[in-house]
């Protein structure tokens, strides 16, 4: 495929609203490397011009390097919106019960004795709820816009050419 077919191809699978990674290794993948949103570069044998152009460079040619660390990123991003869920349920209304006494010019509705039997009975609570189960059978992502779609799972990993095997 020719240098001006990649990038054509990568501005037209945009302009369809699509996510576009890229991966090359040589002076010809650049243009389509620097135009895609996530241009990754070959480097142990690619070229310099490859490596400027990219995001992203695997040294080592993998690309189950990528995989993994794309693994590793979603379980990441999971992990992050789970604790900043917890954190606004339970401690941001504590607080603001708290607060809202204390600017009213009440006395404190929570003493530090009630905050510390109340997070003793929450959080095991909340963290046998927002685990995950073990048994949980492994869901398809086929017909959705994407990898990216399959963020909110903890891993993905390609299946077959048309479907994303989430679990």
């Keep these: ?22 991966t090359g290794d040589g002076v010809n993948d650049a243009p389509a490397l620097r135009a895609a949103q996530v241009g990754v570069a070959l480097g142990g044998r690619g070229t310099d011009v490859a490596r400027e ?19 590793a990123g979603r379980r990441i991003f999971a992990n992050l919106q789970h604790a900043v869920t917890y954190i606004a349920a339970i401690h941001v209304p504590t607080a603001g019960v708290t607060l809202l006494a204390a600017f009213a010019g009440l006395p404190p509705l929570l003493l530090p004795i009630h905050i510390a039997c109340v997070e003793l009975l929450i959080d095991p609570a909340c963290t046998r709820s927002c685990s995950r189960p073990k048994n949980l059978p ?25 479907a994303w095997s989430c679990c």
Excluded: I
């Excluded at 992203?56 to 993994?68: G, S």
């Excluded at 869901?139 to 959705?144: E, F, H, I, L, P």
């Design 53 to 71: 152009a990219a995001d992203l460079v695997l040294t080592d040619d993998r690309l189950e390097t990528l995989v993994k660390g794309v693994r």
């Design 138 to 162: 492994q869901t398809s992502c086929a017909g959705r816009r994407g990898a990216a779609d399959c963020s909110t799972h903890h891993s993905c990993s390609r299946a077959s050419p048309r």
């Design 1 to 22: 495929m020719r240098p001006e077919h990649r990038l054509r191809l990568v501005r037209r699978l945009e302009a369809a609203g699509e996510r576009v990674g890229m």
